[in-house]
């Protein structure tokens, strides 16, 4: 962890710092919201609301996905200590089914947001527009690779969701949610045909809602 250096070293600033730092020129307390879980079989949608403070760098810090799960640990802990701000979203397989993946996606953003402290000036949201918010909003597509804020808010929700799924493969082991997290990959498929769908399966999807084995 760093901090921002002076105008003649901003060369070596990752630009995802500097897009943001641009941003709080005009808007000092910039929210950035991402979400984690919108692709999987089972288990929730969890969305993050993450307000930076000015000046901070946290070494390696980039997209969720780009990033092994030992070092996101790391990250999460050093975005949760040094952050203004964090507030986060969770939205359950039973809403997902009953609103949709894209409208419970943005209902755990705005409950993310809801989730925050102090109000923000703007949010920078990676592709998706809030339109029960008031505040000011800047939506773009990757957001996670150009904006520091909404980088950090893709660690916090991954992580916040991957302990969920840890503590749902306690609760039903013959679907080894601890490996796959719900996402649907060979091994998820094959269990799931095999045992049918457990009470956090999303019912909606297609890859569930195919099955009539009754629910465990």
């Known amino acids: 962890m760093s901090r921002l250096k002076k105008d003649k070293d901003k060369d ?4 995802i ?4 730092e641009d941003i709080r020129l005009k808007n000092p307390h910039v929210a950035g ?15 993050a609301a993450v307000i930076l403070p ?20 790391r990250l999460f802990w050093e975005i949760t200590l040094n952050a203004v701000d964090i507030g986060v979203g969770i939205i359950d397989a039973g809403i997902i089914d009953r609103l949709n993946i894209l409208k419970a996606t943005r209902l755990a953003m705005v409950k993310a947001v809801e989730g925050l402290g102090k109000k923000p000036d703007i949010l920078v949201i990676d592709a998706v527009r809030l339109d029960d918010l008031s505040i000011r909003q800047l939506s773009m597509i990757k ?7 909404i980088a950090a808010a893709s660690i916090i929700a991954k ?35 095999l045992h049918g769908p457990s009470l956090i399966h999303r019912r909606s999807f297609r ?10």
């Open 12 to 15: 070596c600033i990752p630009q």
């Open 143 to 149: 957001g996670e690779s150009k904006s520091a804020s």
């Open 159 to 193: 992580v916040v969701r991957d302990d969920i799924m840890l503590d749902y493969h306690n609760k039903f082991p013959l679907y080894n949610f601890k490996r796959h997290k719900g996402y649907s990959t060979r091994e998820h498929e094959r269990l799931l045909r």
């Open 54 to 73: 000015s000046g901070l760098v946290i070494e390696g810090l980039r997209d969720s996905k780009q990033v092994p799960e030992n070092r996101r640990l």
């Open 17 to 20: 710092y500097l897009f943001d």
């Open 33 to 47: 919201i991402d979400e984690a879980g919108r692709g999987p079989l089972a288990g929730p949608v969890v969305a």
């Open 207 to 216: 890859k569930v809602m195919g099955l009539d084995l009754p629910l465990i």
